[in-house]
């Protein structure tokens, strides 16, 4: 599956930018914040792919 980040919801692009921009940083953006949010949501969806993986084991018995 091939993600186009084009096709991201501008509100969406506006609010994660708002959130990730430090005017402190030399790159303009803070990593450590952006870094906690990525790993943030990639436990997010583990857990649901966890909780995918339960009910597809279940469905097996």
């Known amino acids: ?9 501008m509100a969406a692009y ?3 930018k ?18 906690i949010l990525i790993i943030h949501k990639l436990m997010q969806i583990e857990q649901q792919l ?3 993986q339960q009910r597809l084991d279940g469905l097996d018995k």
């Open 1 to 9: 599956m091939e993600i186009n980040i084009n096709n991201i919801d």
């Open 14 to 16: 506006e609010k994660i």
């Open 18 to 35: 708002q959130s990730i921009t430090s005017k402190d940083s030399v790159v303009g953006i803070d990593a450590v914040h952006t870094h």
């Open 50 to 52: 966890q909780q995918l």
